[in-house]
């Protein structure tokens, strides 16, 4: 069973940055897809980026320039950088892991942004 646990939530503020980490275990990293979504009160969770096995990389609009994710496949771990956050990047962030229909979610790290 694939086990997917983020680190690196916190409270920043505005103009700052964190790194989440996704550590991966259960199964073979390099098969699946990576991503990260978020889900702030109130709001449905939403695709912040996202990374196929074979490393192509995919931004919603709203983090493009700002936002960064990479894969370690030798370590099995997927990161976020966030930089330049905002009070609306507000949310819990998860990660997720997906190959052919199979799909897992982490339990996910708060960030608030606030001054």
């Known amino acids: 069973q694939v086990q997917l646990v983020e680190s690196g939530g916190g409270f920043v503020q505005p103009g700052g940055s964190l790194r989440l980490t996704c550590t991966f275990s259960?199964?073979?990293?390099?098969?699946?897809?990576m991503g990260w979504y978020r889900q702030a009160p109130g709001k449905q969770r939403e695709l912040v980026a996202s990374?196929?096995?074979?490393?192509?990389?995919n931004y919603a609009d709203f983090v493009k320039g700002r936002f960064t994710i990479a894969r370690d496949n030798a370590k099995s771990t997927v990161y976020l950088q966030m930089n330049s956050l905002k009070p609306e990047d507000t949310a819990v962030y998860y990660c997720?892991?997906?190959?052919?229909?199979?799909?897992?979610w982490g339990q996910g790290t708060q960030v608030t942004v606030s001054s």
């Open positions: 259960g199964s073979i990293f390099n098969f699946y897809n």
């Open positions: 990374i196929i096995s074979g490393g192509s990389k």
């Open positions: 997720n892991a997906a190959y052919l229909k199979v799909v897992f």
